[in-house]
């Protein structure tokens, strides 16, 4: 859309009923094969074809490949390591040694940056773990979407208190896409609704545009992730349909 008239406001709004069921409850970490045969499937070999996978074992715009997360994967990715459960490891490797820190980072902090400081929020776990994974020669992909988080015991549930969160998903023959959700050292269940996958955060953004013009602005963001049966869905329910009425 192109929006060429002055004007004080853009709203943007989704509003989304979605059904999740748990995908990874039954994993068995030993049922997958050794690390090293999956990056060894993921070569190049002249006249064998492809995987359509592969490509998420290569660098990307915000996931470069570099020798600091290759040796700190191999800490976790051990020799002949079944794939997953050197991916649990280095999940909870990063949970024990990284810090979340909101606002420490912007979406232009480099991925080496983030993880030298060993802080930084959910877009730059994502993306640390990935360049990990893709320096030992893994696939792995960027996962954007929300996580369901739930308020305090007796406290109720805030109205637009949440935000978007990004986990990663690495490939593993006989189970596909498995996700990691290395801020919260876990497995997503049916907490996670997802998005959008890519190579990183450049292929998924919530929204993309480009302003054009002088004045002063400044971006709100708000996330509610509620259950169906929840008071608070149908009050969001209500809520999206006067405004998509004020708008028309």
């Not at 499937?41 to 064998?48: D, E, K, N, Q, S």
């Not at 459960?85 to 810090?99: E, K, P, T």
């Not at 030298?116 to 979407?145: E, P, Q, T």
């Not at 049966?229 to 009050?235: K, P, T, V, Y």
Request: hydrophobic share 40%; charged share 15%; net charge negative.
């Amino acid at each position: 859309m192109s929006l060429q008239g002055p004007h004080q406001a853009l709203q943007v709004i989704s509003h989304s009923i979605v059904e999740l069921t748990p995908r990874f409850a039954q994993l068995d970490e030993d049922s997958s094969p050794a690390w090293e045969s999956v990056r060894d499937g993921l070569l190049y070999h002249a006249g064998a074809a492809y995987p359509a996978h592969g490509e998420f074992s290569l660098p990307s715009h915000f996931v470069p490949t570099h020798d600091e997360f290759r040796r700190y994967a191999l800490q976790a990715f051990t020799p002949q390591r079944p794939l997953l459960g050197g991916a649990i490891r280095l999940m909870a490797q990063m949970y024990q040694d990284f810090c979340y820190a909101t606002a420490s980072t912007d979406i232009n902090t480099p991925a080496l940056e983030a993880f030298r400081a060993r802080r930084g929020v959910c877009r730059d776990f994502a993306h640390i773990m990935l360049a990990c994974l893709r320096s030992i020669g893994l696939a792995a992909r960027y996962v954007s979407g929300y996580l369901l988080t739930e308020p305090p015991p007796g406290q109720p549930r805030l109205l637009g208190a949440d935000a978007s969160h990004a986990r990663v998903s690495v490939y593993c023959p006989h189970h596909g896409w498995v996700e990691f959700d290395p801020t919260n050292n876990l497995i997503p269940d049916s907490k996670h609704v997802v998005i959008g996958y890519g190579r990183d955060y450049a292929d998924v953004p919530p929204l993309r545009g480009v302003i054009h013009g002088g004045g002063a602005h400044t971006l709100e963001v708000e996330v509610s992730v509620v259950p169906a049966h929840d008071s608070l869905a149908q009050h969001l329910a209500a809520h999206h349909a006067i405004i998509t009425g004020n708008l028309a």
